[in-house]
């Protein structure tokens, strides 16, 4: 069963203060890893594709990577707008319906 | 104008009633998911259509119908509403891409209050 978490659960930071989330995931053979954010009481909002180990993409201050078992959102100089929910989800290679499994997601909250 | 639209936005409804929520795309994907969002337990899937004629139960359809009426629309329906349906409903779209992944698309989402 492909499985994903995220840590921390929350996380509040100074604006300014770079930091990163953490996705773990356990899936046969990996198809797609996706980040995603979510502002309060509104739809996720894609962010970012990863497809195999080693591929990194950029956007303003995010970052993301990933490695075999686990992908990091790296988040530099935070501004209090890039406060939100961040949530990963993964898309196995091998079952057919390629349906995502997502994470519970990290709060994030950037102080002024 | 949003490629993905969610009517109504906020439904307030009693126990018992039948409530439809519907959904419409304009990104031209042929698949499209109806999820429930709860604090603490994250995104759960309900139904999926890959296309207008398939239909696929997701991790928690007991209670919930859905209709496929289009490519573009796509409808969760609550035969007899309980308090715990009470959560915020997201539809979603994605492409069929045949190499890689492919992301979700969401709409706005739907607040139902079930008392």
């Known amino acids: 069963e492909d499985q994903v978490t995220q840590s921390p659960e929350a996380l509040r930071l100074q604006e300014g203060e770079s930091s990163s989330l953490n996705c773990s995931y356990t899936?046969?053979?990996?198809?797609?890893l996706f980040w995603y954010r979510q502002d309060p009481g509104k739809g996720p909002e894609f962010l970012f594709t990863?497809?195999?180990a080693g591929e990194e993409k950029e956007k303003e201050r995010l970052k993301a990577t990933l490695t075999k078992k686990e992908s990091f959102l790296h988040i530099t100089a935070p501004k209090p707008e890039d406060s939100a929910t961040y949530l990963c989800?993964?898309?196995?290679?091998?079952?057919?319906?390629?349906?995502?499994?997502f994470g519970r997601g990290t709060s994030l909250i950037v102080h002024p | 104008d949003a490629d993905v639209t969610q009517t109504p936005r906020n439904r307030i409804t009693k126990t018992g009633k039948r409530i439809m929520l519907e959904c419409s795309q304009t990104?031209?994907?042929?698949?499209m998911y109806w999820y429930r969002q709860d604090p603490g337990l994250g995104l759960r899937l309900i139904y999926y259509?890959?296309?207008?004629?398939?239909?696929n139960k997701g991790e928690i359809s007991d209670g919930y119908s859905v209709s496929r009426q289009a490519q573009a629309k796509f409808s969760l329906s609550l035969e007899s509403a309980i308090p715990n349906q009470t959560a915020l409903y997201f539809c979603?779209?994605?492409?069929?891409?045949?190499?890689?992944?492919?992301?979700?698309?969401f709409g706005p989402g739907t607040r139902l209050t079930v008392t």
């Open positions: 990104k031209g994907h042929d698949r």
């Open positions: 899936v046969s053979g990996l198809r797609g």
């Open positions: 990863l497809y195999s």
């Open positions: 979603a779209t994605s492409d069929t891409g045949l190499a890689g992944g492919y992301e979700q698309y």
């Open positions: 259509s890959f296309d207008v004629k398939d239909i």
């Open positions: 989800a993964v898309q196995a290679a091998s079952g057919g319906s390629y349906i995502p499994t």
